[in-house]
């Protein structure tokens, strides 16, 4: 007996079962049987599933005669189920990897329940969105086990039959059975929850939900949609059948006329010219099916129940356009408020521009005002003791507040205070360009620090790209870098690069990367609070990967087999995954990497905020083409290039160089020649020495553990600040340059 048994209903989705079923029969878990039923499809699905059938023996089919609709042919499915559990699983949707296995692992802690919830992400032709609105419920309710009578809020999870596991001896032994027609989930979700003693729930996206832009009958217009009443009427005749269940009928009526009041008004499903019957319908629920005693809820739903069970359809319609224009107002209000605001703003900001400007204050910035952290961090705290007259005020958004470290002045953009102060402060730091709408005065000095040397193009490099065009506004960025007076260069590399891509009229700082300084010189008790942190084994060899993102690609890809790469490091190793920021929604993060670092195989630190204290903390990374390999060369620790897409990263973005002829360490492409170099000690062989070597003499020249204390000197007090010749940089033997060259670029 399976412990899987995975019911796959097919109609009309050549284009997708495919990539239903592969997903299915390549979980790591595979101790399932696939029962894929032929509702009597007109296109090529029944030769599909046949073909699935004669490759693998875990795939079963049906053929029916006639098509009966989805909710009968579940229930054909059931009928041929001999597993433990009970999955539905539509035949244009898909699982997840790891889903079974993460399943069954919950399945198993909370000692088989008769059903558990687990979650979905919406996919979408253009993309993914988000994981669901009950996300936060799922997670809430962690290993426990609970009956919806004492947990009534769980009724608000997504109605749908494939976001289940059910046990099937609860699921036969009770007669569930879909009704035909359209929401035939609603009835048998609320029939098994309100029937179920345990219910568990797995806080893990399992299944990708897909939005077909055309096709899905539940978004098609029409006289369908009444069959919603239907199914609604053999639920609460469910419940006659059921008096122990009568505590869950209030509960189940407001959300059966919810669901009817948000059907009536959606334009996608019921016609204009429908609206009136379908109301007229709402009423005849209403007034046979209203518990005794029944108040009408607290919430937004309140009058409209009221209208619902007293009023006819004019005077609900009157109530409902009435509620626009009260909308419509209170938007109106709201942005008539912004614009006095705004207004004020601006006369406010016209009165301290004609202000002197404040030559004892300085504003910094860094990642779109993500925090204290970068270069700009690393230039504030030098200027702590060597300018201590002028006074940082740092921009950070609200959410990133709470990470402000304590005694740092900082204000929130787009405030009042912020407009005084970038109105008078004559120093700017920051490591990405400040807002369009600020406006540079004479007499104040931007630095621009970069987020790290080039080896991908950028700026105007990037014109003849289209697939990195994308979203992406060449000439508003020119006009954003002209504001630059100062940019700090690690090399002549940099300086060529940055000269070439933004033609402006900006000074090259030879100073090397403020935020470098720490690798240089290093920070042993640092690195050891790091690994601390993330609860590293004592005398692990700590790996960190850190892949750059994809300018061809919608969304985040795994470039390795992470399961496969951690079983095969072995215990001895920690692998620290840490995607770029623009994937930090990837979700890979809520599926594989979530499932792995429960069972304790890696850690995640994407959310971490310093990515300086997880290179301290690391033995060594693995990247692709992330500028992070120009700052990870200081510590002398090797570098793996993993890049199994070079000639398409190459054709998409382009570099301003060739990685592959001259890289910082060994270059991999598969998932297994990677685990192989660890494995076998080669990672840090004399071969990786020296290309490391070579590799911090060419691009990282003017690193050399003072960039942070030079700029200050330079920027603010104005004194000269030689490159040392100290041990740190001679350990490369790296090459020498001018005491401090300052190079204008060219316009």
């Known amino acids: 007996m399976p412990r899987f048994s995975i019911i796959v209903p097919v109609y009309k989705v050549q284009g997708y079962l495919r990539t239903c079923l592969d997903s299915v029969l390549a979980q790591s878990f595979a101790d399932f049987e696939v029962i894929a039923v032929d509702d009597c499809s007109p296109d090529h699905c029944g030769a599909i599933i046949d073909e699935y059938a004669a490759r693998d023996a875990r795939v079963r089919t049906v053929h029916l005669p006639t098509n009966v609709g989805l909710g009968r042919a579940r229930n054909v499915g059931v009928r041929n189920a001999t597993g433990d559990y009970l999955l539905f699983l539509d035949s244009d949707d898909s699982y997840t990897p790891g889903a079974l296995a993460a399943i069954d692992e919950r399945l198993a802690v909370t000692e088989d329940p008769d059903v558990l919830v687990f979650d979905h992400v919406l996919t979408y032709w253009w993309g993914r969105a988000g994981r669901s609105m009950t996300a936060n419920m799922l997670a809430a309710a962690g290993t426990d086990t609970f009956d919806i009578l004492t947990s009534p809020q769980y009724l608000d999870l997504f109605l ?136 009408p809820p607290t919430d937004r739903y309140r009058l409209r129940w009221r209208l619902t069970a007293t009023s006819p359809y004019a005077v609900f319609r009157a109530w409902a356009l009435a509620d626009s224009v009260r909308s419509a107002a209170a938007r109106k209000r709201r942005e008539l408020r912004s614009s006095a605001t705004r207004r004020t703003k601006r006369t406010l900001t016209r009165i301290e521009r004609r202000r002197p400007l404040d030559p004892h204050l300085a504003v910094y910035s860094a990642f779109s005002h993500r925090g204290v952290l970068g270069d700009p961090a690393a230039i504030q705290q030098a200027a702590r003791t060597l300018a201590p007259h002028v006074r940082p005020v740092w921009v950070v958004r609200p959410e990133a507040v709470d990470q402000v470290p304590e005694g740092v002045d900082f204000v929130l953009p787009g405030t009042l205070r912020y407009h005084r102060v970038v109105s008078r402060a004559t120093y700017f730091f920051n490591n990405v360009n400040w807002a369009a709408g600020l406006v540079k005065r004479e007499g104040q000095i931007h630095v621009h620090t970069h987020l790290g040397t080039p080896l991908k193009h950028m700026g105007v490099d990037l014109l003849s790209r289209p697939a990195a065009m994308y979203h992406l506004n060449v000439a508003a960025q020119l006009r954003r870098s002209d504001r630059w007076d100062y940019s700090l260069v690690s090399s002549r590399h940099a300086q060529w690069a940055w000269d070439r891509a933004y033609p402006c009229r900006f000074t090259s700082l030879a100073t090397g990367a403020p935020r470098n300084d720490v690798l240089v010189r290093g920070d042993a008790l640092r690195a050891a609070a790091v690994r601390k942190h993330l609860r590293i084994p004592e005398g692990n060899t700590v790996v960190l990967y850190a892949p750059t993102p994809r300018d061809h690609s919608t969304w985040y890809k795994p470039r390795v087999d992470f ?44 959310d971490e905020r310093c ?12 990247t692709d083409y992330s500028s992070l390999m120009f700052d990870y060369v200081h510590l002398d620790r090797p570098i793996v290039v993993h890049t199994d897409d070079w000639p398409a990263y190459q054709a998409a973005r382009g570099t301003y160089f060739d990685l592959l002829a001259t890289p910082p360490g060994h270059v991999t492409i598969r998932t297994g020649q990677l685990a192989h170099l660890f494995t076998s000690g080669a990672w840090r062989d004399e071969r990786s020495a020296t290309l490391r070597s070579d590799f911090r003499a060419r691009f990282c020249e003017y690193d050399d553990g003072d960039a942070a204390a030079r700029v200050v000197s330079l920027v603010m007090l104005g004194q000269d600040f030689p490159l040392s010749t100290s041990p740190q940089r001679t350990l490369g033997q790296r090459q020498t340059s001018p005491s401090f060259p300052l190079r204008n670029s060219t316009p």
């Open 611 to 622: 990515v300086e204290d997880l290179m301290l903390a690391s033995d060594a990374l693995v």
């Open 563 to 606: 399961e496969r790469l951690v079983r095969e490091l072995g215990s001895g190793v920690t692998l620290l995954v840490r995607l770029h920021r623009q994937d930090a929604h990837a979700a890979v993060r809520s599926l594989q990497l979530r499932d792995l670092e429960q069972h304790g195989l890696l850690r995640d630190v994407t």
């Open 160 to 295: 749908a039959a494939w976001n289940k596991a059910y046990r099937r001896e609860f699921f036969i032994g009770h007669g569930f059975a879909y009704k035909p027609g359209l929401y035939e989930d609603a009835p048998i979700t609320y029939q098994v929850l309100v029937s179920a003693r345990h219910i568990g729930c797995l806080d893990r996206v399992c299944v990708e939900y897909r939005q077909r832009r055309r096709g899905a009958i539940a978004r098609t217009p029409g006289r369908k949609h009444f069959d919603i009443f239907a199914q609604y009427s053999s639920l609460f005749t469910f419940l006659d059948e059921h008096p122990e269940l009568d505590a869950a009928r209030p509960l189940l009526f407001e959300r059966a006329i919810n669901h009817f009041l948000t059907t009536l008004t959606a334009t996608e499903r019921v016609l204009p010219s429908d609206r009136a019957d379908f109301y007229r319908m709402i009423v005849r629920f209403y007034r046979r099916y209203k518990p005794a005693g029944l108040a």
